[in-house]
């Protein structure tokens, strides 16, 4: 398909990355922000799945030999190799997986085309609005043209990855059996608020 210099219609003026950048303020000095790129979008959501990878794992590792154990945080504590070396949690608090690690000094420094040393010099209330700008900019229904994401919900609907379709998908009845809990109304007393035996 040719593609031809026309003029942009007012309707996609929306989806010019040069009237879409915003200025963000890093420590003292100004830059501009634009949305993301293909590549950039496809960099941030590696780096979003790494960082929820270590809020949430329960996997384990031995210190010693470095062999990683899947799913073992709460049923494993000794490493079967080294048969006395004590496991150690893979699992991070959401701030040192944000931030400690350095992926959002890599992953700023790229968007800005700026030094990792000079993301250093952002603050917290920096960072949160950055943040909120990259949401609005790539992600929010603000960010495209009217329609397009109700007809972007459609197509991934169609093709079955929608929130429409997996709503209406019937769920196989669970094989499992959840644990009777004691902790009902029932089994507390009235008078003192304590748990009966």
Known sequence: MATENLEIPEELKILNPEWQAKPILIGTKVHTLYPLT???AEKLSKTISEIIYDVYTTDMKCPKC??????ALGTQTLCAKCKDTILTELQQEAITAIVGSGRLKRILSELFGIQEADIRKATIPQMK???GLIFKQNFSDESSPEGSEKNFQGLLNWMGLGTETRESLPLAPSTNTLPKSTDLPEN???ESGKMES
């Open 38 to 40: 293909e590549g950039q």
């Open 129 to 131: 609005y950055i943040a």
């Open 188 to 190: 507390i007393s009235k």
């Open 66 to 71: 470095e062999t990683v154990y899947r799913n």
